[in-house]
Structure formats: structure tokens, C-alpha cells
């Protein structure tokens, strides 16, 4: 009579422990490639928001939108690029268009996953102290390669969490000042870091005003990348 064969408990043990060592080894890979695939997520929206600013700077006679700081009566730059996008908005409604948020960012209700660049020139009243809120002019932007236009949101307690487009802290969505950089230690409201500084391995992904779209480490990032006309 055939007599039937079991794994001994020996066995059985060996064959686990060979399972959890290749998922050991494994995991931190699939971890890489998903934070990989993200980033790459986070570039591709830059990259058709890029494409939405440069179709409105066509319709506007080469402007563009900047800062939406406090107390400004401009629409917020997302409202203003919702015609030119790839991604239609359902209901006029710009959390519909997903490509405004980064898929890494840390808090799912955030609405808004990049900030842009409200820097005014240096000898302009107000420079480094207020966002720059009125539209610049392509031809006005020297070495455009060179210059970011927006950039990876900094996440944190002191980071407000947009849910709409009439939220107080849109304010805190432009960058015009050193303390807004991601080397910036500052973690204070109006003053603090809102630049990424480690959304995709160390630093974040930026647009630049040639319409193209890179990771950048936070230490790379500087002030002279955010001044327009120097």
C-alpha cells in the first residue's frame, strides 16, 4: 500500500523561514518602487499644470498668474488653469481635478499639493515681506529654465490643509520669502517652511518656467531660483 508523505515540522519551519527572509528582502524594494512610482505621479501632474499655464499665458497676452496671498481679489492660480487642463472639473470644482495634489503628500484631505512662486524682485516694495500678487510677464523672466514657478507643498502642524478654494489659509501658499525654502528650519505659520523639504527622497519636484519639470535635493533649491527678473 502506498504510504502517503507529510512535510515534518522541520520542515515546515525551514520553508517559513525562507518566506519571511525573501519578504524581508523584498518589501524594502517594493517600498522604493512605490515611493518611485508616486514621484513620478507628482511630475506628470506638474507637467500638465505647466501646460495649462502656458495655454493661459497664450490666451493673456503672455501673463501669468502669481501669489494668491491674503486680502487679494485674484482668483487662486488652480481656479484660473481649470479651462486649459487635460483633466476637466465636474461642477466648476477644482478638488475634481486630481493633478493638484501630490500623492505623497503625508494628509489625504490636503487639496492642494504645491505652492507657487510669489517672490517679488529685489528693490520692489514689499520685497521678501508680501507675496507678489499681480500676473508677470513671460518675456519678463529671466533665464526661465532656471526658475521655478511651483514646487512640492511642505507638509507639517504649521502647513494649512486646503479643502477649498475660499480656505483663509491659501495665504500660506505662496513662496516670496528665505524662510519659506526647504533648508529653512522655521516652522512658524506666516514665516515657516513651505517648500518641501523631503516629499521625494530628499528633496521635492519642481516646475520651472520653460515648462519642464525636475526633482531638485531640498540643499539645491536656493532664493536666486525664485526671483523672476534677476
Known amino acids: 500500500m502506498f504510504k502517503r508523505k507529510a512535510f515534518t515540522l522541520i520542515e515546515l519551519l525551514v520553508v517559513i523561514a525562507i518566506i519571511a527572509l525573501l519578504m524581508a528582502i523584498l518589501m524594502p524594494a517594493l517600498q522604493r518602487v512605490r515611493k518611485q512610482a508616486k514621484s513620478v505621479v507628482c511630475r506628470n501632474n506638474l507637467k500638465q499644470i505647466g501646460y495649462g499655464v502656458n495655454f493661459y ?26 479651462p486649459y487642463l487635460a483633466q476637466r472639473a465636474i461642477d466648476n470644482d477644482y ?5 493638484f495634489r501630490c500623492p505623497s503628500y503625508p494628509d489625504k484631505k490636503q487639496t492642494l499639493g504645491y ?7 529685489p528693490g520692489e516694495p514689499k520685497y521678501e515681506s508680501s507675496s507678489q500678487h499681480q500676473a508677470t510677464k513671460l518675456t519678463k523672466v529671466r533665464r526661465p529654465a532656471e526658475k521655478i514657478y511651483l514646487a512640492d507643498n511642505e507638509d507639517g502642524p504649521w502647513r494649512s490643509i486646503i ?18 525654502l526647504p533648508m529653512s ?10 517648500v518641501a523639504r523631503q516629499r521625494h527622497r530628499s528633496g521635492c ?13 531640498a540643499e539645491d533649491v536656493t532664493k536666486e531660483q525664485w526671483i523672476l527678473g534677476k
Open 185 to 194: 528650519e522655521d516652522t512658524g505659520i506666516s514665516m515657516g517652511r513651505r
Open 95 to 99: 478638488r475634481t481635478v486630481k493633478i
Open 57 to 82: 499665458a497664450e490666451n493673456f497676452d503672455q501673463f501669468m498668474p502669481r501669489g494668491h496671498g491674503s486680502g487679494t481679489t485674484i482668483e487662486p492660480w488652480f481656479i484660473l488653469f481649470m
Open 163 to 180: 479643502t477649498s478654494a475660499t480656505d483663509p489659509g491659501l495665504g500660506s501658499n505662496d513662496v516670496f520669502r528665505p524662510t519659506h
Open 115 to 121: 505652492v507657487i512662486n510669489g517672490y517679488r524682485n
Open 205 to 217: 519636484n519642481v516646475l520651472y518656467l520653460d515648462w519642464h519639470v525636475s526633482y531638485v535635493d
